[in-house]
């Protein structure tokens, strides 16, 4: 088990789900832990974590709270973007509004605070940032575009800027997690989704372990499920059966 003692972790999402679980294994592990959500958490929750409310949506805020977190403790030297937000959203609707929403939560905040802590980074010639993605990126379906646009602009860049820095010292991982029944897993099924394949379905805790034991590591993606890559090759392979497949599993749109 990989062990991150004098460590300064910041995770996103951390009052719940795989943000959570993230901060509270990180801790375990001998790291300080700052644990961002937008939710009000407190710390008796977990001790070993210091809590701080921030609305991602607000992209300035969360750029001055981890220059607050770098000037307190010195340095970052874990990143883990893992918050984010999803809604049914139709292609006919111009919804602009929560195309705007979903894009700052799940992309542009963890773009900025990617691109705030990478210089110190730099300078100490280490570092390590987890940026999540998502499975829906390889095989998209109809009802998620503001989501699936979101996490495939973030996989783009955290795919680029960790071919640019690894020689420099600094790991950025995109985390695939399959499916977690988590707040906003159990959302998406509210909304319509399909429950996933058995085979898919993670915990936050298997989630979590498997991030910090790939930590560093020479692969930039970390996948939790290995059958949600083949779906590409059936895209390739068998276009028909890939529709009826992805057809299936839309969402029903507002």
Do not use: W
């Amino acid at each position: 088990m990989k062990r991150f003692e004098d460590h300064v972790a910041v995770v996103t999402g951390a009052a719940s789900g795989i943000g959570k679980q993230l901060a509270s294994d990180l801790a375990a592990r001998g790291s300080t832990v700052v644990g961002v959500d937008v939710q009000d958490f407190e710390r008796s929750q977990n001790p070993t974590i210091t809590p701080i409310q921030c609305d991602l949506a607000d992209v300035d805020a969360y750029v001055d709270l981890l220059a607050k977190v770098e000037a307190e403790h010195g340095r970052i030297d874990i990143l883990a973007n893992v918050a984010g937000i999803d809604r049914p959203v139709s292609a006919t609707s111009r919804d602009m509004a929560l195309y705007r929403t979903i894009l700052q939560v799940n992309f542009f905040a963890p773009l900025a605070g990617t691109l705030t802590v990478v210089p110190g980074m730099v300078a100490r010639g280490r570092g390590y940032i987890v940026n999540v993605s998502s499975d829906s990126i390889r095989s998209p379906i109809a009802g998620a575009s503001a989501y699936i646009a979101s996490k495939g602009a973030l996989t783009g860049f955290s795919e680029s800027a960790a071919l640019e820095l690894k020689r420099q010292g600094v790991h950025i991982h995109i985390l695939y997690p399959g499916f977690v029944y988590s707040a906003m897993g159990r959302e998406s099924i509210e909304h319509g989704m399909k429950p996933p394949p058995r085979v898919i379905v993670k915990s936050s805790k298997q989630v979590s372990s498997l991030t910090l034991e790939r930590l560093g590591g020479r692969r930039i993606d970390i996948n939790t499920s290995r059958t949600t890559t083949i779906t590409p090759f059936i895209k390739m392979a068998a276009p028909s059966l890939y529709r009826r497949m992805m057809a299936s599993r839309s969402l029903p749109t507002p």
